[in-house]
């Protein structure tokens, strides 16, 4: 059954530039869609959090 994740990337003055929601199957399958959605829009150098519908922090990038 697939999961809702939150996949979140922000400005350093804390406005949000991504705040997406996507299903995954578990976690390892969130972190890989993650990654390829930041690598996607160019966001993988940016201050983001991915998290899991329990509140896991999956990706994390300050």
């Known amino acids: 059954m ?4 939150k ?5 350093p003055s804390g ?3 991504l705040d ?5 199957e578990n976690d390892q399958q969130a972190k890989e869609v993650g ?5 996607e829009k160019n966001y993988q150098d940016h201050t983001h959090r991915c998290t899991s519908p329990a ?6 990038h300050r």
């Open 35 to 39: 990654q390829r959605l930041l690598n």
């Open 20 to 24: 997406e929601a996507f299903t995954a």
């Open 2 to 5: 697939s999961k809702i994740y």
């Open 55 to 60: 509140g896991a922090l999956l990706l994390f």
């Open 7 to 11: 996949l979140t990337v922000f400005e």
């Open 15 to 17: 406005e949000k530039l």
